[in-house]
């Protein structure tokens, strides 16, 4: 029987794909490349390049393959494009997921592991989030993400579908044997931006507003290692396959690292310079977000182990040193 892993050839798909396959399962992935690698997945993984809105092209997939469970992770992601482009995240994400949920109806799959977010949440009026708080999401992105989940949880209802969903703070570094990392296009996150600009191939990284309420005036997040995060799927799916029952859980570190404070460890690790330049708030950005953990370590058993940001960074410029175009080494910008 084989694990399906939907979006297997993106920066946290890919590495889920690895991490598998090191624990012998066997593979599927399903990926349109719309934002994946077809380099990333991994060359034992049996792969399908297609659509999952494409409810012909998933049925087939599942008329194929012997899947006994599902890990999705195939969806739109950024919070900014999803307040210009609303539709393409609903279409996407949720009907992506709707084609989905109804394949596994169809073919009596009960298990999916489910890729969420922390933008569910929105501005909170307490640090650290637990799962309890209200979710109520300032972008299309974190409401597509929230749609999904409450699909899911009728659909639990109606066909017996469980489901456990893994609400990711902010996500970094690379896989630790360097085989596999983080490439975006266009590039938008923090981690691997300063590390472009320790590369040379930015002129310099531009903080996003330096007058937040917190110490150095800019936002705060809760880094974790990549592949922490994939040992808590791992850990969600043998609590499936153990009879447990859905439910949410935060993945983050439990802890808050500044902007300013990770260009800081980034010039101590890599040693470069980094020039940074101030620049104007972004839109929807909270100023600080931290997760609470403790009931992924309490029910899942999962315990990180890679939570110095020392280490998040090393292992994420390892992989940009190797790999100074990302993928596709003949093109910087794909
Ligand atoms: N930042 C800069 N300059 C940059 C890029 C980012 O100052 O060039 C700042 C941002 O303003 C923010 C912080 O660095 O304060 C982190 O930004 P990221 O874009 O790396 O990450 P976000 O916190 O915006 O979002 C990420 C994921 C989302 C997820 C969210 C949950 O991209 O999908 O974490 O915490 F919802």
Redesign the pocket.
Known sequence: MSVLVLGGAGYIGSHAVYQLIDQMSDVVVIDNLQTGHREAVHPSAKFYEGDCRDINFMRMVFKVESIDSVIHFAAN????ESTEVPLKYFDNNVYGTQVLLQVMQENELKKIIFSS????YGEVDSIPITEDMPAIPT?P??ET?LAMEKMMKWCEQAYGIRYVSL??????GARESGEIGEDHCPE???????LETALGKRPH?????ND?DTPDG?????YIHIEDLIHAHLLALDYLDNGGKSDIFNL?SNQGFS?KE?IETARNVTGKEIPVKS?K??A????I?IASSEKAATILNWRPTRTSIEKIIEDAWNWHVNHPNGYNSDVTNK
């Not at 609400?167 to 970094?172: D, G, L, P, S």
């Open positions: 992601s950024l919070v900014g977010t922390a933008a569910t972008s992105y974190g993400k609400r990711y703070f902010n996500v970094a938008t996150h923090l981690v691997p931006i300063i990284i531009t903080i996003f507003g937040y800019t936002c705060i997040r809760d983050g902007v990770m620049g708030r972004r929807g950005d909270p100023s977000l």
